[in-house]
């Protein structure tokens, strides 16, 4: 993917920036000044962007727990900072970026200084090519060098600012969309590649950890199922406590924060208490799969019977080739398929970092 064009300005510096990536915090870096440049600020606070480069990836590495390799600091950094300020995980990233520009803690600020030292001269590297010395030595001449603006670099170096150099403001502003799809979509390559088997990384990268609403398949599923269950009762399969219509949880077997997908065949009705308590841990499979295989059948019969045209039904065409019948439900090869799609999951989940339950 190559930048657009400028008979202007150096672009073929701007695109070296990103070259020979083996970490993300140039692209979060690049998305943090675009953001502030769109708030109208030109001389920008380096504080306020290294907050606003933890806040970007805050949901990637906290909700979603992508790895982010053995090179990459930031995610290590966003683990420490988020035990520090204990900032709960539904909070928007505008918000996360106030609570940590604004905290006041000094191992919060020691962690947004660091990258001090390793983001804002070294961005700017490309225009700066042939120098020599220790990486101090160099630090100290792209400071001194910088404020030549025949260089044209991207922005200007200050003790506790950047300023971005008004001759890049109009190609930034104007192609804004498009660099901010550029940074996406090499950071989706980047965690491709070291979580190749996870699935849905891009939206991973750009989602907010919002809790999914799930009215949907509360009423046009499993309510039904509820209606036609004896007494109209189903049986939590964590606790063994009977939950009714009125009083149970919408559960995501594998996590939502693992698959990020609300489709029905990972979905169960279970105990409010224990769906509060569970958070994204992951269900043993040799504990609970049979349980949870019976609730799914059960349910899917039910529909399958009693509404054969419910459109939630398609969900299960991510599993089977085609919409399942009540022919097929509970036969061997309907329960491998099952198994075949739930226990990867757990066991590639739990590979990068999400915990079972006790």
Known sequence: ???????????????????????TYKFYWFLSILQEL????????????????????????????????????????????????????????ETVCRLLYESRDKNTIRILRHFDNQVPHWFLSPWFQGLTGTDSEKKKKIYELNVDEKRKSLYFLKK??????????????????FLKSFCYWNLTLFFQKHNPNVPDIASKIIKDAQRPKLDKQRKNFWNLVFKEAPDNKIKCIYTEELVSVNNYALEHFVPHSFVAHDLIWNLIPASPKFNSSKNNRLPQFDRFFEKFYEAQTMGLKTICEKYPRN???????????????????????????????????????????????P
């Open 38 to 93: 769109e708030n109208g600020k030109r001389l920008i606070n380096k504080k306020l962007l290294f907050a606003r480069m933890l806040s970007n990836s805050w949901y990637t590495a906290n909700y979603f727990n992508l790895s982010y390799g053995k090179s990459d600091v930031l995610s290590n950094q966003i683990s420490a900072v988020s035990r520090i300020e204990n900032i709960p995980i539904h909070f928007n990233r």
């Open 311 to 357: 459109k939630l039904l398609e969900d299960y065409l991510t599993i089977f080739s085609e919409i399942p019948t009540v022919g097929i439900i509970g036969t061997p090869e309907f329960k491998i398929k099952f198994q075949e799609t739930i226990k990867p999951l757990l066991t590639i989940a739990s590979n990068n970092g999400f915990q079972y339950l």
């Open 160 to 177: 506790e600012e950047i300023e971005v150099n008004t001759e890049w403001v109009d190609y930034l502003l104007e192609n804004t969309q």
């Open 1 to 23: 993917m190559n930048l657009p064009y400028s008979e202007k300005l150096p672009i073929h510096f701007l695109a070296a920036c990103f070259n020979n990536t083996v970490a």
